[in-house]
């Protein structure tokens, strides 16, 4: 098996590959949510019409997301807030906002920080933080992790 040359090793090296991968996954998401509301007990011919018209619709916005590039375009343009977020003691200090570079600086040089980072997750890590000494940190953490990892959470 190992010997097996796929597309896929080859194509996910690929970041309009990858975009187009993460497109078809949602919508097959999408197809699978619509197949469950079709086999509800006691629905008519009007239900399930219902159900596949706003599906349809569904579609038709996902489609013009796609062609202007905001449903990935979004998340390409906040890779460096995550980066912050995920990996603050790999990171120079002037490659980041000016209000987090003191900060981080002082993240860095405390070694019980980095241990606790390693050790833990990073809602617990950040929450950690002292709010006199890391207040920017705290408030840019906060921000990061209301941020909706998907529409899931927004639709329920």
């Known amino acids: 098996m190992k010997s097996i040359n ?3 090793t080859t194509n996910i090296k690929n970041e309009q590959w990858k975009l187009d991968f993460m497109f078809a996954i949602d919508i097959i ?14 629905l008519f011919a009007h239900d399930i019409y219902y159900h596949v ?10 489609s013009r997301q796609a062609d202007e590039n905001k449903r990935f375009e979004d998340f ?9 977020l995920t990996i603050p ?36 890590f950040y929450g950690s933080l ?3 000494a890391f207040p920017n940190f705290k408030r840019f953490a906060a921000k990061m992790f209301s941020i ?8 329920q």
């Open 6 to 8: 796929s597309d896929f």
């Open 130 to 132: 002292s709010d006199v």
């Open 53 to 62: 018209k706003l599906f349809q619709s569904k579609l038709a916005l996902f």
């Open 76 to 84: 390409k343009n906040l890779e460096p807030l995550f980066t912050i």
């Open 29 to 42: 998401e999408k197809l699978n949510e619509l197949n469950n509301k079709l086999q509800g007990n006691g």
């Open 148 to 155: 909706f990892g998907s529409t899931y959470i927004c639709e």
């Open 89 to 124: 003691f790999c990171i120079k200090a002037d490659e980041i906002p000016q209000d987090l570079q003191l900060e981080l600086l002082d993240m860095q040089a405390n070694c019980e920080l980095k241990e606790k980072f390693k050790s833990g997750l990073l809602l617990e």
